[in-house]
């Protein structure tokens, strides 16, 4: 699960690499805010799948406490 979750994270930086630099080649100020919002929202997803993976880290951290 962790390996699926890091290569999401790989994939997403990669989206937020290219549309980084699609969104300064743009020189219409109305396209250049459209690719940033899709930026904001690779960024959001990115965060999410950031805390999956440290909630799973920290979940196992417990369990082998536990255990």
């Keep these: 699960m962790t390996d699926s979750h890091?290569?999401?994270a790989r994939t997403i930086v990669g989206t937020l690499e290219l549309l980084q630099e699609?969104?300064?080649q743009q020189q219409?100020?109305?396209k250049r805010s459209l690719v940033d919002m899709v930026i904001l929202e690779k960024i959001?997803?990115?965060n999410s799948v950031l805390?999956?993976?440290g909630?799973?880290?920290h979940i196992k951290k417990i369990e082998d406490?536990?255990?």
Aim: charged share 30%.
């Design 22 to 24: 699609f969104s300064v």
């Design 28 to 30: 219409e100020p109305v």
């Design 44 to 46: 959001t997803e990115l």
């Design 6 to 8: 890091l290569e999401k």
């Design 55 to 57: 909630n799973d880290r």
């Design 51 to 53: 805390m999956t993976l």
């Design 65 to 67: 406490t536990i255990l």
